[in-house]
Every structure is written in C-alpha cells, then in structure tokens.
C-alpha cells in the first residue's frame, strides 16, 4: 500500500473510489472487438432459451458464422443440452453471471467470490474453459472490472446494440444493427431478454 494511501482515513478512500468508479466505470471494458476491421463480433447475451437457440445455432451454421454468446449460469443448468450445442457449433461460451444481477453492489470480496463460483459452474456444464464476462446491462465500475480480472476473466462490453429487447420488427432490428455497427465493433444481441434494472424479479 502506497505511503499516501495510509495517510487517507477511510472516508476519504470510499469516496475517491467512489469517484473514480463514476468517471471511469463507463468505459472500462469497451473493445473494439477485433484487430481486423473487416470482421465484425457478434455476441449473444441472456441465453441458452429453448425457443431460440436451436433455432439461431441452425441459421449461424448454415451462414458459416461463429458467434459468443454469454451465457446465464442459472439458464445453463436447466439447459445443459443446448450449451453443449453450442459449444459443439463452435461458437464461443462466455459469461454473463449467475443470473442477471450487477455486480456494482457487492463488496469487492464478494464480487470476486461470485464470479469465480459462476465461472466454475458454467465450466461444468460447457466442459470448457470460460474466459471472457459480460456484466449485465454492461454496468460496472473499477472496482467490478478488477474483480472480474481477479477471477481470471476479461470484460467484454460492446461498441454497437441493435436495441433488439424492444419489441419492433425484424427488419428495423437489422437497420439499427447495421447502422450503429463499424469494422471491428462488437455487437450485442440477445438470444432471451431479462428484465430491465429496475424491474421486479
């Protein structure tokens, strides 16, 4: 611990953290996707769903598409047959948490402590290493992004959203994606929609 660390009281600490997680939280973990800007990273959040991904894993196969999709531990244990299917289709399987809680609100310790237990259990079901974490609804701050390093994964956010949890048709989903979405970018897309932050659960 730095010398000028030890001569700040407590309080002092807290709200320069506090600062710092304000001004820096928004873009740490933004990526530009790739080092080529000729590809684009197509991502899927909130999933594996049922009603969706045999569906969308058939269509990225028959295009020659490979995608990540960051996976909800709680959607992965009641459908480990389709994370497997995903693994399977060569796509890439990523965290997105336990269920879809921030992490913002936890103590660092615990932040850490969830993120490592939501890496082994999604591991288990994929059979597969899981390297990279998406927070959900993308909030974080230093504090989250730190934890989630200290649990051996890089936070993956994104530079393009097609707004697809807006019920519009598909048509317009596709404009908005391809509008907003440059060489390189990441662009998120969800295979399930969870609630929004401050909706009842």
């Known amino acids: 611990m730095s010398s000028a660390r030890r001569r700040?009281?407590?309080?002092?600490?807290?709200?320069?953290?506090?600062?710092?997680?304000?001004v820096l939280g928004p873009v740490l973990g933004s990526v530009a996707g790739g080092r080529r800007t000729d590809h684009v990273a197509i991502t899927f959040d909130d999933g594996p769903e049922p009603g969706t991904t045999p569906g969308l894993l058939a269509l990225l196969a028959r295009r020659g598409v490979h995608c990540t999709f960051f996976l909800l531990v709680r959607q992965a244990e009641e459908h480990?047959?389709?994370?497997?299917?995903?693994g399977d289709g060569g796509h890439e399987i990523a965290l997105h948490g336990i269920d879809h809680r921030p992490l913002t609100s936890l103590r660092h310790g615990d932040a850490v402590r969830m993120l490592h237990e939501a890496r082994a259990r999604l591991e288990a079901v994929?059979?597969?290493?899981?390297?990279?974490?998406r927070?959900?609804?993308?909030?974080?701050?230093?504090?989250?992004w730190l934890a989630a390093r200290r649990?051996?994964?890089?936070?993956?956010?994104?530079?393009?959203?097609?707004?697809?949890?807006?019920?519009?048709?598909?048509?317009?989903?596709?404009?908005?994606?391809?509008?907003?979405?440059?060489?390189?970018?990441?662009?998120?897309?969800?295979?399930?929609?969870?609630p929004g932050p401050g909706a009842n659960r």
């Open 135 to 144: 927070p959900p609804y993308g909030k974080q701050t230093p504090a989250s």
């Open 80 to 86: 480990p047959e389709l994370v497997r299917a995903i």
């Open 151 to 194: 649990a051996g994964l890089e936070v993956v956010v994104w530079s393009a959203d097609a707004d697809d949890w807006v019920d519009r048709p598909a048509t317009q989903v596709a404009a908005i994606a391809a509008e907003n979405l440059r060489g390189g970018g990441v662009l998120l897309l969800h295979e399930r929609v969870e």
């Open 126 to 133: 994929a059979g597969r290493p899981v390297t990279r974490y």
């Open 8 to 22: 700040l009281p407590g309080w002092a600490r807290t709200a320069a953290r506090r600062t710092a997680d304000a």
